[in-house]
């Protein structure tokens, strides 16, 4: 995804500055965009790795689903806006399915988790090639044009995709942390048998939550799609931004999930700046290597 | 309503840990579960909740057979538990123990208030900050107050001090009094015989004695079990 981000502000800059006349603050501005992507594709990953123990491989595919359900929106003649609560309730679906009928199995087995998931997205692509074709389609932006904004002219669609990523990022936040829903999901990570014998319908709860965190990233799919291809390798591009938040913030607390977006946003960024994407992608991955060398545990990160 | 478990056979892998055991309990009385340590008193109180399987017999609540239930479905259909160890979420607060348990406000503040010395005052702390034995109060005071039916309870005067063991045992027989059915496995033997109306007696996951306590030789017969 480093590379992908990158190429596209290189190209931008080349076309001849249309929308780029301050080069540090719509760098700064494309960084805010890469943390507002981060995030919501990370949380989603950390949802289901911090509160059921998943290391889910297929998140990647869940925003694939959710950018070919836009584009499905568009084919339909309906509007992109539609397209945003339409991916997730499909994911929402779609990932309660998921867990029924495939990790419910193998909660109590995290290296299984792994290779299930990565099955299923190795199906979950084929499927995608089966119905759409290898082909590269577009999602047209629903807002062409620039807005200006710190002294810059920044394509507006950013600027909503920013909007509804920090809203969905937040609102979900709150629901884990914050409402009766939260509560019991984090009774079942702390004890499954004790909040099963409070009266808990863990199963539920569980096939919930991993359906909240699919639909985090099909939100995610449906909001990048306008910007560049969709094809059924997109979700290849994310997966590996999103496990670097995950593991440079940590999950023992969901907040860490935003913090550690902001701070890969800004590595990254601070990276491409200074040097090129190429370096910024080795700054990322040292940036994981010493996190994970003296990180305290498995699920904590920097901040949480 | 009545809680049945006949033949009721559960375990740890291939060994069983229960060999066929029956035991029921009525709204309105308490039976004892004694026995020494490893007897599967705690086994039972599992295989009763659902939360080991049973792997053989049958348990029924009220009308229905609930042996391939899971725990929260007997929950709701009104059986509850107090467990020996991990009795509450001891990462969260005093304060969301009461929550999950689904007390409203007012029946928070009576668990709270039913071991006074003890818990008022300490709902917004971890649950795991509180010592053994107020655990313990706490978790008998969420299932005494959460209106089930039928309570199965795992030693719940494990760590508590003399004075608080009268105090649960007035809750509990006040709880019998309204109607409450109460399986209590209990080490201890004054409590058990001050509420108990009827006894089993397990010795290596199967049933050796039962009574009632008005049975003349009762607590002679629990004894031989119980001495080395
Ligand atoms: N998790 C487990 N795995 C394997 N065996 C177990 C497990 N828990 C208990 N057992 C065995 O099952 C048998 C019954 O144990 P159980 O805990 O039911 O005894 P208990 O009567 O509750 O003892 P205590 O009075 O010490 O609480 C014992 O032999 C014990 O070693
Ligand atoms: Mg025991």
Known sequence: MVGRRADHRLRSKRKGSVFVVDALTSEILNGVGSFATLAIVALGLGIVFGLMGVINLAHGEFVMVGAYVAFMVQEAGRSHWLAIPIAAIVLLLLGGMIELALIRRIYQRPELTILATFGLSIVLRQLAELIFTKDFRSVVNPVPGATPALGVLYPTYRFVLIAVAVTVVVVTLLTFTRSQFGLTVQAIVADRELAESAGIRTSVVNSLAFGIGAATAGVAGALVAPLGAVEPQIGLTYLPGAFLVVIVGGVSRLWGVVLGAGIVAAVQTGAIHFADAVLAQIVSLLLAVVVLQFGRSSRSGLVA | ?228
């Open chain 2, 1 to 228: 309503m009545r809680l049945q478990a006949t033949g009721l056979e559960a375990g740890y892998g291939a060994v069983p840990a229960l060999h066929g055991v029956s035991v029921s309990v009525e709204q309105g009385e308490i039976v004892a579960i004694v026995g020494r340590n490893g007897v599967g008193k705690t086994t039972l109180i599992k295989a009763l909740m659902g939360l080991l399987p049973a792997t053989s017999g049958s348990v029924r609540l009220g009308g229905n057979d609930v042996t391939r239930w899971p725990p929260s479905r007997r929950v709701r259909a009104g059986l509850r538990a107090v467990y020996q160890e991990r009795a509450v979420f001891s990462e969260l607060t005093v304060r969301d123990n009461l929550r999950l348990n689904g007390l409203d406000a007012s029946a928070q503040a009576d668990v709270l208030e039913m071991f006074p010395d003890s818990l008022i005052g300490r709902d917004q702390q971890r649950a795991g900050t509180l010592s053994g034995g107020e655990q313990k109060m706490l978790a008998s005071g969420c299932a005494l107050r959460a209106g089930a039916s039928i309570l199965v309870m795992d030693e719940p005067t494990e760590g508590l001090q003399p004075s608080n063991v009268d105090l649960l045992g007035k809750h509990l027989s006040q709880a019998r009094d309204d109607g409450l059915g109460v399986i209590l496995v209990e080490q201890h033997l004054a409590l058990a015989t001050s509420l108990a109306t009827r006894f089993v007696v397990l010795e290596k996951g199967e049933v050796v004695a039962s009574g009632h306590a008005d049975e003349p030789d009762i607590h002679e017969r629990i004894a031989t079990h119980l001495v080395i």
